[in-house]
């Protein structure tokens, strides 16, 4: 009898346990991993992972210290992100962002609170990245003076049913930083501008120099001031003779070098030619001494 009491105790238990698991196993949603803000140009989007299975994910935010809000293409998703762009309307302002795990859309669970992973602070004003600026390069008459004509990238925020851009939004706080050399030089010289068209003076007459320009914010974070640069663009080089490309000294020493070559080809081809002409006078002798009676 008690080994019949003790099995079937056994058993229950086990049976127990499996269903508790079971149970469980139904409730349980993994909490959401590497969850960010991906921002540029104030294009904002929340990012996390990994795909869902048997799952969603619902996005909560709000400015830090009010009531919390959930966008409708972001509840109970098989997403991983969620474009935030048009709901952090006030730029200067700080935001938090969860991401719940909840059941699939109908089916009900009996957790009172989901599992979430909550993602860092997030200003758009001081924490979006700035994108890489376009511009063109203008040069002066006399071959002296570059303007840089630099384009304020566009944002996706519509004003006025129009685009707005980066200068728009920072204002006087928004600088353009410009690096710059000659082409196929390593020095380089650097400077800041407030303005989009960007004077460069006393430059070499006739050189190609060649220009990179991010934007630089200087109310921002260290790691944050600066945008992504541009790619490199070069002025065209003028084409010179060869008295202005190159000093006299050096055209003197190559002319004097040429001559020298020149004249030693004639030496040489001189002394070849008598050597050929006696070597040839001396057969001719011997053919004729070998004809002539003896």
Known sequence: RMDVRTSVHFGVSLLSV??????????????????????????????????????????????VGKDRQRKPYCIRSSGTECDLTN??????????????????????SDLVEFPYTRAERFC??????????????????????????????????????????????FKNDLKYNVV???????????????????????????????????AYIPSRSAK???GDWSKPQCSPRESKTIFEEFPFGVI?????IMLAMLIILITLTVVCCKRFCCNKKETVDKEILQLSPV
């Open 18 to 63: 499996l269903f508790t698991i079971g149970a469980s196993g139904e409730d349980y949603f993994p909490e959401a991993q590497n969850v960010k803000w991906v921002s540029n140009n104030f294009k904002t989007i929340l990012t996390w992972g990994p795909e869902p299975t048997n799952y969603t994910y619902t996005v909560e935010f709000s400015e």
């Open 87 to 108: 709901e952090l309307r006030n730029l200067e302002e700080t935001y938090s962002a969860d991401v719940l795990s909840e059941p699939l859309p109908g089916v009900n």
């Open 124 to 169: 758009p004003y001081k924490d979006t990245q700035i994108g890489a600026p376009s511009f063109n390069i203008k040069q002066s008459e006399d071959k002296t003076k570059m303007t840089l004509h630099i384009q304020d990238p566009l944002t996706p925020i519509y004003k006025d049913d129009q685009l707005v851009t980066i200068r728009d939004i």
């Open 180 to 214: 710059y050399n000659k082409a196929g030089s390593t020095g380089k010289k650097e400077t800041m501008s407030d303005l989009r068209d960007v004077e460069l003076n006393n430059l070499d007459k006739g050189e190609s120099y060649c220009f990179v320009v991010a």
């Open 224 to 226: 944050k001031r600066h």
């Open 252 to 256: 003197a020493g190559a002319i004097a």
